[in-house]
Protein backbone atom coordinates (compact mmCIF):
# COMPACT_ATOMS: atom_id res chain seq x y z
CA UNK A 1 0.00 0.00 0.00
CA UNK A 2 1.65 3.37 -1.22
CA UNK A 3 1.09 7.41 -0.71
CA UNK A 4 -1.43 6.55 -3.80
CA UNK A 5 -3.51 4.12 -1.82
CA UNK A 6 -3.69 6.27 1.27
CA UNK A 7 -4.61 9.50 -0.62
CA UNK A 8 -7.38 7.21 -2.16
CA UNK A 9 -8.52 6.18 1.48
CA UNK A 10 -8.66 9.59 2.72
CA UNK A 11 -10.75 10.59 0.05
CA UNK A 12 -12.86 7.87 0.37
CA UNK A 13 -13.21 9.21 3.96
CA UNK A 14 -14.52 12.17 3.57
CA UNK A 15 -16.86 10.90 1.29
CA UNK A 16 -18.69 8.44 3.71
CA UNK A 17 -18.40 10.71 6.50
CA UNK A 18 -20.37 12.97 4.72
CA UNK A 19 -22.90 9.93 3.46
CA UNK A 20 -23.12 8.76 7.42
CA UNK A 21 -24.17 12.18 8.71
CA UNK A 22 -27.05 12.20 6.32
CA UNK A 23 -27.56 8.68 6.28
CA UNK A 24 -28.12 7.65 10.34
CA UNK A 25 -28.22 4.03 12.15
CA UNK A 26 -31.51 3.47 12.45
CA UNK A 27 -33.09 4.17 16.18
CA UNK A 28 -29.35 5.99 17.16
CA UNK A 29 -30.20 9.21 18.39
CA UNK A 30 -26.94 11.84 18.41
CA UNK A 31 -24.22 11.41 21.12
CA UNK A 32 -20.73 12.21 21.60
CA UNK A 33 -17.78 10.59 24.22
CA UNK A 34 -19.44 13.70 26.27
CA UNK A 35 -22.74 12.00 26.79
CA UNK A 36 -20.94 9.70 28.92
CA UNK A 37 -19.41 9.27 32.04
CA UNK A 38 -15.95 10.53 32.32
CA UNK A 39 -13.15 8.46 33.28
CA UNK A 40 -12.32 6.53 36.11
CA UNK A 41 -16.06 6.21 35.78
CA UNK A 42 -16.09 4.98 32.71
CA UNK A 43 -13.68 4.34 30.45
CA UNK A 44 -13.54 3.37 26.32
CA UNK A 45 -11.18 1.10 24.92
CA UNK A 46 -10.13 -1.54 22.31
CA UNK A 47 -9.11 -5.30 23.15
CA UNK A 48 -6.47 -8.16 22.11
CA UNK A 49 -5.34 -11.17 23.58
CA UNK A 50 -1.42 -12.77 23.38
CA UNK A 51 -1.76 -15.32 21.71
CA UNK A 52 -3.72 -13.28 18.77
CA UNK A 53 -1.45 -10.68 18.57
CA UNK A 54 2.07 -10.93 20.54
CA UNK A 55 3.82 -13.45 17.76
CA UNK A 56 6.89 -14.15 19.18
CA UNK A 57 5.72 -17.81 20.34
CA UNK A 58 8.99 -19.37 20.53
CA UNK A 59 11.36 -16.79 21.58
CA UNK A 60 12.40 -15.61 24.81
CA UNK A 61 11.97 -18.85 26.70
CA UNK A 62 8.35 -18.61 25.73
CA UNK A 63 6.92 -22.18 25.71
CA UNK A 64 3.54 -23.75 23.84
CA UNK A 65 -0.06 -23.06 25.22
CA UNK A 66 -2.94 -25.45 24.49
CA UNK A 67 -3.54 -22.83 21.38
CA UNK A 68 -0.12 -23.17 19.61
CA UNK A 69 -1.30 -26.76 20.01
CA UNK A 70 -4.29 -26.30 18.52
CA UNK A 71 -3.43 -24.17 15.24
CA UNK A 72 -0.70 -26.16 14.54
CA UNK A 73 -3.01 -29.12 13.90
CA UNK A 74 -4.52 -27.16 11.09
CA UNK A 75 -7.58 -26.33 12.84
CA UNK A 76 -7.51 -22.71 11.94
CA UNK A 77 -7.25 -22.87 7.72
CA UNK A 78 -3.40 -23.80 8.20
CA UNK A 79 -2.84 -20.90 9.89
CA UNK A 80 -1.26 -20.26 13.47
CA UNK A 81 -0.50 -16.67 15.80
CA UNK A 82 3.66 -18.24 15.86
CA UNK A 83 4.05 -14.67 14.34
CA UNK A 84 0.44 -12.97 14.77
CA UNK A 85 0.55 -9.19 14.66
CA UNK A 86 4.00 -9.11 15.96
CA UNK A 87 3.51 -6.64 18.74
CA UNK A 88 6.10 -8.34 21.17
CA UNK A 89 8.55 -6.77 19.15
CA UNK A 90 5.77 -3.84 18.26
CA UNK A 91 4.11 -2.59 21.35
CA UNK A 92 5.68 0.57 21.66
CA UNK A 93 4.14 1.55 17.80
CA UNK A 94 1.48 0.20 18.83
CA UNK A 95 0.69 2.27 22.05
CA UNK A 96 1.37 5.25 20.05
CA UNK A 97 -1.69 4.51 17.07
CA UNK A 98 -3.55 4.16 20.59
CA UNK A 99 -2.52 7.44 21.91
CA UNK A 100 -3.60 8.73 18.25
CA UNK A 101 -7.14 6.73 18.23
CA UNK A 102 -7.94 8.20 21.88
CA UNK A 103 -7.90 5.17 23.30
CA UNK A 104 -8.70 5.61 27.46
CA UNK A 105 -7.88 1.98 28.00
CA UNK A 106 -6.35 -1.18 26.44
CA UNK A 107 -7.39 -4.60 27.47
CA UNK A 108 -5.03 -7.31 26.65
CA UNK A 109 -4.05 -10.52 28.11
CA UNK A 110 -0.60 -12.25 29.56
CA UNK A 111 0.78 -15.24 28.59
CA UNK A 112 0.73 -17.88 31.28
CA UNK A 113 3.24 -19.80 28.75
CA UNK A 114 5.40 -16.89 28.54
CA UNK A 115 5.81 -15.72 32.37
CA UNK A 116 5.66 -19.45 33.53
CA UNK A 117 6.93 -21.21 30.66
CA UNK A 118 6.67 -24.92 32.73
CA UNK A 119 3.42 -23.52 34.27
CA UNK A 120 4.60 -23.85 37.85
CA UNK A 121 8.08 -22.55 39.02
CA UNK A 122 10.49 -20.08 38.00
CA UNK A 123 9.86 -17.08 36.16
CA UNK A 124 10.45 -16.06 32.63
CA UNK A 125 12.49 -12.94 33.30
CA UNK A 126 11.96 -11.77 28.81
CA UNK A 127 8.44 -12.67 29.77
CA UNK A 128 8.50 -10.87 32.82
CA UNK A 129 10.62 -7.93 31.35
CA UNK A 130 8.08 -7.68 28.20
CA UNK A 131 4.91 -7.28 30.21
CA UNK A 132 6.17 -4.56 32.38
CA UNK A 133 7.35 -2.78 29.43
CA UNK A 134 3.95 -2.79 28.13
CA UNK A 135 2.26 -1.81 31.05
CA UNK A 136 4.45 1.16 31.39
CA UNK A 137 4.02 2.16 27.85
CA UNK A 138 0.32 2.23 28.65
CA UNK A 139 0.55 4.04 31.44
CA UNK A 140 3.25 6.57 30.29
CA UNK A 141 0.79 7.31 27.47
CA UNK A 142 -2.49 7.74 29.90
CA UNK A 143 -3.93 4.53 28.48
CA UNK A 144 -5.36 1.86 31.51
CA UNK A 145 -4.09 -1.38 31.45
CA UNK A 146 -6.84 -4.17 31.93
CA UNK A 147 -5.30 -7.24 31.74
CA UNK A 148 -6.73 -10.88 31.58
CA UNK A 149 -4.91 -13.55 33.07
CA UNK A 150 -6.45 -16.49 31.15
CA UNK A 151 -7.35 -16.98 27.21
CA UNK A 152 -8.05 -19.75 26.25
CA UNK A 153 -4.64 -20.54 26.51
CA UNK A 154 -3.51 -23.30 29.30
CA UNK A 155 0.42 -23.98 29.03
CA UNK A 156 0.70 -27.33 26.86
CA UNK A 157 2.60 -28.69 29.79
CA UNK A 158 0.10 -28.72 32.21
CA UNK A 159 -2.47 -30.02 30.28
CA UNK A 160 -0.15 -33.27 29.20
CA UNK A 161 1.11 -33.77 33.00
CA UNK A 162 -2.46 -32.75 34.48
CA UNK A 163 -4.76 -32.84 32.29
CA UNK A 164 -5.38 -29.11 32.40
CA UNK A 165 -8.76 -27.85 33.82
CA UNK A 166 -10.30 -31.49 34.84
CA UNK A 167 -7.82 -31.62 37.27
CA UNK A 168 -7.77 -29.77 40.75
CA UNK A 169 -3.77 -29.45 40.20
CA UNK A 170 -4.69 -26.73 37.85
CA UNK A 171 -6.48 -24.62 39.92
CA UNK A 172 -3.47 -24.55 41.93
CA UNK A 173 -1.22 -23.81 39.56
CA UNK A 174 -3.32 -21.04 38.04
CA UNK A 175 -3.55 -19.14 41.64
CA UNK A 176 0.12 -19.28 41.72
CA UNK A 177 0.33 -17.50 38.38
CA UNK A 178 -1.78 -14.93 39.47
CA UNK A 179 -0.06 -14.45 42.60
CA UNK A 180 2.84 -13.49 40.74
CA UNK A 181 0.90 -11.54 38.10
CA UNK A 182 -0.27 -9.51 41.07
CA UNK A 183 2.86 -9.18 43.02
CA UNK A 184 4.41 -7.75 39.40
CA UNK A 185 2.34 -5.74 37.98
CA UNK A 186 -0.26 -5.00 40.71
CA UNK A 187 1.02 -1.71 41.70
CA UNK A 188 0.43 -0.20 37.92
CA UNK A 189 -2.75 -2.42 36.69
CA UNK A 190 -6.27 -1.89 38.65
CA UNK A 191 -8.36 -4.39 36.14
CA UNK A 192 -7.92 -7.59 36.75
CA UNK A 193 -9.95 -10.18 34.49
CA UNK A 194 -9.15 -14.10 35.80
CA UNK A 195 -10.91 -16.16 32.94
CA UNK A 196 -11.74 -14.84 29.45
CA UNK A 197 -15.22 -16.83 28.18
CA UNK A 198 -15.08 -19.78 30.18
CA UNK A 199 -18.46 -20.58 29.55
CA UNK A 200 -17.10 -20.94 25.93
CA UNK A 201 -13.99 -22.38 26.61
CA UNK A 202 -16.00 -25.68 28.22
CA UNK A 203 -18.14 -25.91 26.11
CA UNK A 204 -16.51 -26.00 22.81
CA UNK A 205 -13.29 -27.32 24.30
CA UNK A 206 -14.73 -30.09 26.35
CA UNK A 207 -17.71 -30.78 24.83
CA UNK A 208 -18.08 -30.02 20.98
CA UNK A 209 -14.18 -30.30 20.23
CA UNK A 210 -14.57 -27.58 18.18
CA UNK A 211 -11.74 -25.31 20.48
CA UNK A 212 -8.62 -26.05 21.89
CA UNK A 213 -7.96 -28.63 23.62
CA UNK A 214 -10.14 -29.99 21.43
CA UNK A 215 -11.96 -32.75 23.69
CA UNK A 216 -15.21 -34.33 23.16
CA UNK A 217 -16.83 -37.52 22.62
CA UNK A 218 -19.46 -39.01 20.10
CA UNK A 219 -22.29 -37.95 18.89
CA UNK A 220 -21.80 -35.01 20.29
CA UNK A 221 -17.65 -33.85 18.92
CA UNK A 222 -15.73 -34.61 15.94
CA UNK A 223 -12.26 -35.16 15.40
CA UNK A 224 -12.17 -35.64 19.36
CA UNK A 225 -8.70 -36.10 20.92
CA UNK A 226 -10.56 -38.31 23.86
CA UNK A 227 -13.11 -36.68 25.87
CA UNK A 228 -16.62 -37.40 28.07
CA UNK A 229 -18.82 -34.69 26.25
CA UNK A 230 -21.33 -35.47 29.00
CA UNK A 231 -19.29 -34.23 31.76
CA UNK A 232 -15.92 -32.59 31.13
CA UNK A 233 -17.80 -29.40 30.31
CA UNK A 234 -19.16 -29.34 34.11
CA UNK A 235 -15.80 -30.37 35.52
CA UNK A 236 -13.94 -27.67 33.64
CA UNK A 237 -16.51 -24.70 34.62
CA UNK A 238 -16.08 -25.84 38.40
CA UNK A 239 -12.88 -26.10 38.50
CA UNK A 240 -12.65 -22.83 36.58
CA UNK A 241 -14.89 -21.40 38.75
CA UNK A 242 -13.03 -22.66 42.59
CA UNK A 243 -9.86 -21.48 40.40
CA UNK A 244 -11.29 -17.41 40.20
CA UNK A 245 -12.54 -18.14 43.86
CA UNK A 246 -9.29 -18.83 45.00
CA UNK A 247 -7.46 -15.95 43.20
CA UNK A 248 -10.00 -13.15 44.35
CA UNK A 249 -9.69 -14.33 47.45
CA UNK A 250 -5.77 -14.26 47.35
CA UNK A 251 -6.41 -10.66 45.61
CA UNK A 252 -8.56 -9.67 48.57
CA UNK A 253 -6.71 -10.63 51.18
CA UNK A 254 -2.98 -9.58 50.03
CA UNK A 255 -3.16 -7.05 47.31
CA UNK A 256 -6.43 -5.50 47.54
CA UNK A 257 -5.46 -2.59 50.39
CA UNK A 258 -2.40 -1.72 49.05
CA UNK A 259 -3.04 -2.00 45.58
CA UNK A 260 -6.70 -0.77 45.13
CA UNK A 261 -7.69 -2.76 42.01
CA UNK A 262 -10.58 -4.62 41.20
CA UNK A 263 -11.12 -8.41 40.06
CA UNK A 264 -14.09 -10.07 37.75
CA UNK A 265 -14.55 -12.70 35.52
CA UNK A 266 -15.88 -12.40 31.99
CA UNK A 267 -18.49 -14.42 29.85
CA UNK A 268 -19.44 -14.35 26.27
CA UNK A 269 -23.50 -13.00 26.32
CA UNK A 270 -26.08 -13.37 23.73
CA UNK A 271 -29.12 -11.85 24.01
CA UNK A 272 -31.75 -14.48 23.84
CA UNK A 273 -35.23 -13.59 22.46
CA UNK A 274 -38.42 -16.49 21.95
CA UNK A 275 -38.80 -17.87 18.77
CA UNK A 276 -42.11 -17.65 19.06
CA UNK A 277 -44.53 -16.01 22.16
CA UNK A 278 -45.15 -20.17 22.71
CA UNK A 279 -45.27 -20.34 26.22
CA UNK A 280 -42.23 -23.67 25.80
CA UNK A 281 -40.29 -20.94 23.78
CA UNK A 282 -40.22 -18.46 26.65
CA UNK A 283 -39.40 -20.98 29.29
CA UNK A 284 -36.62 -22.12 26.76
CA UNK A 285 -35.29 -18.86 26.72
CA UNK A 286 -34.12 -18.45 30.41
CA UNK A 287 -33.13 -21.87 30.18
CA UNK A 288 -30.73 -20.84 27.96
CA UNK A 289 -29.80 -17.49 29.91
CA UNK A 290 -29.41 -19.90 32.82
CA UNK A 291 -27.23 -22.52 31.00
CA UNK A 292 -25.24 -20.08 29.37
CA UNK A 293 -24.94 -16.86 31.37
CA UNK A 294 -26.31 -18.52 34.76
CA UNK A 295 -23.67 -21.34 34.50
CA UNK A 296 -20.82 -18.70 36.06
CA UNK A 297 -22.75 -16.04 36.80
CA UNK A 298 -25.56 -17.75 39.99
CA UNK A 299 -21.93 -19.06 41.52
CA UNK A 300 -20.50 -15.84 41.58
CA UNK A 301 -23.55 -14.07 42.92
CA UNK A 302 -25.78 -16.86 44.62
CA UNK A 303 -23.47 -19.23 45.31
CA UNK A 304 -24.72 -22.33 43.24
CA UNK A 305 -25.57 -23.54 39.87
CA UNK A 306 -29.56 -22.77 38.09
CA UNK A 307 -31.67 -24.66 39.38
CA UNK A 308 -32.70 -25.91 35.83
CA UNK A 309 -29.06 -26.54 35.17
CA UNK A 310 -28.86 -29.44 38.26
CA UNK A 311 -32.05 -30.43 37.56
CA UNK A 312 -31.04 -31.38 33.72
CA UNK A 313 -27.73 -32.41 34.05
CA UNK A 314 -28.21 -34.19 37.30
CA UNK A 315 -25.23 -35.89 39.25
CA UNK A 316 -22.96 -34.73 36.13
CA UNK A 317 -22.52 -31.60 37.37
CA UNK A 318 -20.46 -31.17 40.16
CA UNK A 319 -21.36 -29.85 43.53
CA UNK A 320 -20.41 -27.31 45.99
CA UNK A 321 -19.68 -27.59 48.86
CA UNK A 322 -20.76 -25.42 51.71
CA UNK A 323 -17.25 -23.32 51.86
CA UNK A 324 -16.73 -23.57 48.40
CA UNK A 325 -20.22 -22.16 47.69
CA UNK A 326 -19.27 -19.51 50.46
CA UNK A 327 -15.36 -18.85 48.59
CA UNK A 328 -17.51 -18.54 45.42
CA UNK A 329 -19.96 -16.03 45.80
CA UNK A 330 -19.14 -12.77 45.52
CA UNK A 331 -15.91 -13.13 44.96
CA UNK A 332 -15.73 -10.11 42.69
CA UNK A 333 -15.41 -6.23 42.07
CA UNK A 334 -17.30 -6.88 38.70
CA UNK A 335 -18.13 -8.93 35.80
CA UNK A 336 -17.34 -8.52 32.07
CA UNK A 337 -19.52 -9.43 28.75
CA UNK A 338 -18.65 -10.18 25.58
CA UNK A 339 -21.07 -9.57 23.18
CA UNK A 340 -21.65 -9.57 19.70
CA UNK A 341 -25.23 -10.86 18.57
CA UNK A 342 -28.83 -11.77 19.43
CA UNK A 343 -30.38 -15.49 18.74
CA UNK A 344 -33.97 -16.66 18.78
CA UNK A 345 -34.74 -19.56 20.96
CA UNK A 346 -36.62 -22.52 19.96
CA UNK A 347 -37.85 -25.01 22.87
CA UNK A 348 -36.33 -28.91 22.13
CA UNK A 349 -37.39 -29.99 25.58
CA UNK A 350 -37.60 -33.61 23.89
CA UNK A 351 -33.76 -33.93 24.19
CA UNK A 352 -34.11 -34.70 27.23
CA UNK A 353 -35.58 -37.89 26.66
CA UNK A 354 -32.35 -39.25 25.25
CA UNK A 355 -30.28 -41.46 27.75
CA UNK A 356 -26.68 -39.94 26.83
CA UNK A 357 -26.93 -36.15 27.03
CA UNK A 358 -23.63 -33.53 26.51
CA UNK A 359 -24.19 -29.47 27.64
CA UNK A 360 -25.86 -29.13 24.73
CA UNK A 361 -28.97 -31.75 25.17
CA UNK A 362 -29.18 -30.28 28.84
CA UNK A 363 -29.57 -27.10 27.86
CA UNK A 364 -32.84 -28.48 25.66
CA UNK A 365 -32.78 -25.46 23.15
CA UNK A 366 -32.45 -24.74 19.55
CA UNK A 367 -30.74 -21.50 19.25
CA UNK A 368 -31.97 -19.89 15.80
CA UNK A 369 -31.19 -17.30 13.16
CA UNK A 370 -28.27 -15.29 14.24
CA UNK A 371 -25.75 -18.18 14.64
CA UNK A 372 -24.93 -19.64 11.49
CA UNK A 373 -22.85 -17.41 8.61
CA UNK A 374 -21.28 -18.13 5.72
CA UNK A 375 -17.68 -17.11 4.93
CA UNK A 376 -16.17 -18.19 1.53
CA UNK A 377 -17.20 -21.83 0.51
CA UNK A 378 -17.78 -23.13 4.41
CA UNK A 379 -19.90 -22.90 6.89
CA UNK A 380 -18.58 -21.30 10.15
CA UNK A 381 -20.74 -21.92 13.32
CA UNK A 382 -20.70 -19.56 16.20
CA UNK A 383 -20.76 -20.50 19.70
CA UNK A 384 -22.76 -21.73 20.61
CA UNK A 385 -24.69 -24.17 18.51
CA UNK A 386 -26.71 -27.19 18.18
CA UNK A 387 -25.31 -28.20 14.78
CA UNK A 388 -27.65 -30.41 13.83
CA UNK A 389 -30.47 -28.20 12.78
CA UNK A 390 -29.78 -25.44 10.85
CA UNK A 391 -33.06 -23.41 10.28
CA UNK A 392 -34.09 -21.77 6.67
CA UNK A 393 -36.62 -19.23 7.65
CA UNK A 394 -37.30 -15.25 8.03
CA UNK A 395 -36.17 -13.59 10.81
CA UNK A 396 -39.15 -11.67 12.22
CA UNK A 397 -37.71 -9.88 14.75
CA UNK A 398 -35.10 -7.60 13.52
CA UNK A 399 -33.25 -6.23 9.90
CA UNK A 400 -32.01 -9.66 8.49
CA UNK A 401 -32.67 -12.66 6.77
CA UNK A 402 -31.54 -16.27 6.59
CA UNK A 403 -27.88 -17.16 5.30
CA UNK A 404 -30.15 -19.23 2.07
CA UNK A 405 -27.03 -18.55 -0.34
CA UNK A 406 -23.99 -16.21 -0.37
CA UNK A 407 -25.85 -13.10 -1.18
CA UNK A 408 -28.41 -13.01 1.89
CA UNK A 409 -25.62 -11.26 4.09
CA UNK A 410 -22.16 -9.99 3.15
CA UNK A 411 -19.94 -12.66 3.53
CA UNK A 412 -18.07 -12.74 7.28
CA UNK A 413 -20.28 -10.38 8.89
CA UNK A 414 -22.22 -10.71 11.91
CA UNK A 415 -25.99 -9.68 12.01
CA UNK A 416 -26.43 -5.90 13.27
CA UNK A 417 -29.57 -6.40 16.23
CA UNK A 418 -27.57 -3.06 18.72
CA UNK A 419 -30.98 -3.09 21.11
CA UNK A 420 -29.71 -6.02 22.35
CA UNK A 421 -26.88 -4.63 24.54
CA UNK A 422 -29.46 -2.50 26.07
CA UNK A 423 -31.96 -5.78 26.85
CA UNK A 424 -28.34 -7.58 28.63
CA UNK A 425 -27.32 -5.07 30.35
CA UNK A 426 -31.40 -4.49 31.82
CA UNK A 427 -31.14 -8.28 32.09
CA UNK A 428 -27.80 -8.02 34.15
CA UNK A 429 -29.89 -6.36 36.73
CA UNK A 430 -31.41 -9.29 37.91
CA UNK A 431 -27.87 -10.20 39.14
CA UNK A 432 -28.14 -6.56 41.62
CA UNK A 433 -26.52 -4.51 38.85
CA UNK A 434 -23.13 -5.28 39.27
CA UNK A 435 -20.37 -3.19 37.42
CA UNK A 436 -19.97 -4.52 34.08
CA UNK A 437 -17.56 -4.32 31.68
CA UNK A 438 -17.93 -4.38 27.94
CA UNK A 439 -14.69 -6.10 27.20
CA UNK A 440 -15.75 -7.46 23.85
CA UNK A 441 -18.02 -6.14 20.70
CA UNK A 442 -17.59 -5.57 17.80
CA UNK A 443 -17.90 -6.54 13.92
CA UNK A 444 -16.72 -9.45 11.81
CA UNK A 445 -16.24 -8.46 8.01
CA UNK A 446 -13.49 -10.58 5.48
CA UNK A 447 -9.79 -10.12 6.16
CA UNK A 448 -8.05 -8.20 3.45
CA UNK A 449 -11.62 -6.73 2.17
CA UNK A 450 -11.01 -3.14 2.40
CA UNK A 451 -10.29 -0.34 4.80
CA UNK A 452 -13.54 1.35 3.75
CA UNK A 453 -15.21 -0.78 6.60
CA UNK A 454 -19.04 1.08 6.74
CA UNK A 455 -20.32 -2.20 8.08
CA UNK A 456 -18.07 -2.39 11.26
CA UNK A 457 -18.61 1.84 12.00
CA UNK A 458 -22.25 1.18 11.51
CA UNK A 459 -22.30 -1.58 13.90
CA UNK A 460 -19.79 -0.12 16.70
CA UNK A 461 -22.01 3.30 16.24
CA UNK A 462 -24.87 1.29 16.77
CA UNK A 463 -23.93 -0.40 19.52
CA UNK A 464 -22.51 2.07 21.46
CA UNK A 465 -26.28 4.48 20.94
CA UNK A 466 -27.40 1.52 22.57
CA UNK A 467 -25.23 1.40 25.44
CA UNK A 468 -25.74 5.13 26.34
CA UNK A 469 -29.67 4.06 26.67
CA UNK A 470 -29.01 1.29 28.82
CA UNK A 471 -26.85 3.95 30.83
CA UNK A 472 -29.80 6.21 30.76
CA UNK A 473 -31.93 3.58 32.21
CA UNK A 474 -29.92 2.43 35.05
CA UNK A 475 -27.21 0.41 34.33
CA UNK A 476 -23.92 0.44 35.71
CA UNK A 477 -22.03 -0.31 33.04
CA UNK A 478 -18.35 1.19 33.40
CA UNK A 479 -16.51 0.40 30.00
CA UNK A 480 -17.04 -0.46 26.47
CA UNK A 481 -13.94 -2.25 24.32
CA UNK A 482 -14.10 -3.10 20.71
CA UNK A 483 -12.96 -6.10 19.70
CA UNK A 484 -10.43 -5.89 18.44
CA UNK A 485 -7.77 -2.80 17.96
CA UNK A 486 -5.69 -4.98 15.18
CA UNK A 487 -6.76 -7.54 12.85
CA UNK A 488 -5.77 -10.41 15.07
CA UNK A 489 -5.21 -13.99 15.01
CA UNK A 490 -8.87 -14.97 15.50
CA UNK A 491 -9.76 -18.64 17.32
CA UNK A 492 -12.42 -19.45 14.55
CA UNK A 493 -10.60 -19.00 11.25
CA UNK A 494 -7.47 -17.73 11.52
CA UNK A 495 -6.48 -14.53 9.33
CA UNK A 496 -9.76 -14.98 6.86
CA UNK A 497 -11.59 -12.55 9.15
CA UNK A 498 -11.03 -9.47 10.97
CA UNK A 499 -12.76 -7.23 13.78
CA UNK A 500 -9.87 -4.60 13.95
CA UNK A 501 -9.75 -1.35 14.00
CA UNK A 502 -6.36 -1.25 11.95
CA UNK A 503 -5.89 -3.73 9.17
CA UNK A 504 -2.21 -5.37 9.52
CA UNK A 505 -0.44 -6.08 5.91
CA UNK A 506 0.80 -9.64 6.60
CA UNK A 507 2.62 -9.28 3.25
CA UNK A 508 4.32 -6.80 4.44
CA UNK A 509 7.96 -7.62 6.38
CA UNK A 510 7.36 -4.96 8.65
CA UNK A 511 3.28 -5.96 9.49
CA UNK A 512 2.43 -2.14 8.73
CA UNK A 513 -0.86 -1.12 10.25
CA UNK A 514 -3.45 0.82 8.21
CA UNK A 515 -6.21 3.06 10.11
CA UNK A 516 -9.36 1.42 8.91
CA UNK A 517 -12.77 3.92 8.47
CA UNK A 518 -14.00 2.81 11.97
CA UNK A 519 -10.65 3.54 13.27
CA UNK A 520 -11.16 7.06 12.23
CA UNK A 521 -14.62 7.34 13.58
CA UNK A 522 -14.16 5.67 17.09
CA UNK A 523 -11.13 8.07 17.61
CA UNK A 524 -13.16 11.42 16.92
CA UNK A 525 -16.06 10.12 18.81
CA UNK A 526 -13.16 9.76 21.91
CA UNK A 527 -12.71 13.24 21.10
CA UNK A 528 -15.87 14.45 21.85
CA UNK A 529 -17.19 14.77 18.34
CA UNK A 530 -20.96 14.07 18.04
CA UNK A 531 -21.57 11.15 15.70
CA UNK A 532 -24.21 13.39 13.82
CA UNK A 533 -20.95 16.07 13.25
CA UNK A 534 -18.51 13.38 11.89
Same mark, same amino acid.
Given at each position: ?????????????? +???????????????????????????????????????????????????????? /???? @??? !????????????????????????????????????????????????????????????? &????????????? @????????????????????????????????????????????????????????????????????? *?????????????????????????????????? @?? /???? *??? !?????? @??????????????????????????? +???????????????????????????????? =???????? +?????????? %????????????????????????????????????????????????????????????? %????????????????????? =??? !?????? &?????????????????????????????????????? #??? *?????????????? %????? *???????????? #?????????????????????????
Amino acid at each position: MGTSFVIIFMLMTV +LVVAEMKADEVEGVRSFSRLDFPLPPHFVFGSSTSSYQVEGAAFEDGRKPSIWDTY /AHSG @YTN !GANGDIACDEYHKYKEDVHLMVETGLEAYRFSISWSRLIPNGTGAVNPKGLQYYNNLINEL &INHGIEPHVTLFH @YDTPQILEDEYGGWLSKKTVKAFVAYANICFREFGDRVLHWTTFNEPNVFAHYGYDLGLFQPSRCSSPF *GTNCVGGNSSTEPYIVAHNILLAHAATARLYFKK @YK /AEQH *GLI !GLDVYA @YWYVPYTNAPEDVIATQRAFDFFIGWF +LNPLVHGDYPDVMKKNAETRIPTFTKLESRLV =KGSFDFLG +LNHYSTIQVE %DMSINLQMDVRDFTEDMAVNLICMLIIQKFSHWVPLPIANFNVYRVEPCNYINCTWLVNDT %DVPQGQLPYNPSGLRELLEYM =KNY !GNPPIY &IYENGQSTIRNETLHDVPRLRYIQGYIGSLLDALRSGS #NAR *GYFIWSFLDVFELL %DGFES *GYGLYYVDLDDK #NLKRYPKLSAQWYSNFLKGRSHQDM
